[in-house]
Nanobody, 121 residues
Framework: EVQLVESGGGLVQTGGSLRLSCAAS????????IGWFRQAPGKEREEVSC????????YYADSVKGRFTISRDNAKNTMYLQMNSLKPEDTAVYYC??????????????WGQGTQVTVSS
């Protein structure tokens, strides 16, 4: 069974830090690009950050650049999102995701269940 299980969310004050973790199982984690998305109340889900498999390419949304860091530990089948200098506008449900492209061009995409991050002002 494929699973992505997030942890590490919670309530933090403005300027604080949190580290989200996402443990993967049921698929070959090394073969998948990883990403973090978030959805605030009344807003569409947005991509926060993503990272390719093994070539080190990363992307950050402008709103989090310089404050958030995505990483992965393939030995532990786990991805992380280190969030520093948090702002109230970072409040959202955060989702981890993993994606690969199989021969033929089809994409396989998995989602975590989401974890709430609340930043108080």
């Amino acid at each position: 069974e494929v699973q992505l299980v997030e942890s590490g969310g919670g309530l933090v004050q403005t300027g604080g830090s949190l580290r989200l973790s996402c443990a993967a199982s049921g698929f070959t984690f090394d073969d998948y690009a990883i990403g973090w998305f978030r959805q605030a109340p009344g807003k569409e889900r947005e991509e926060v950050s993503c990272s390719s498999t093994n070539d080190g390419l990363t992307y950050y949304a402008d709103s989090v650049k310089g404050r958030f860091t995505i990483s992965r530990d393939n030995a532990k089948n786990t991805m992380y999102l280190q969030m520093n200098s948090l702002k109230p506008e970072d409040t959202a449900v955060y989702y981890c995701a993993a994606e690969t492209v199989v021969p033929g061009g089809n994409r396989i995409h998995y989602w975590g269940q989401g974890t709430q991050v609340t930043v108080s002002s």
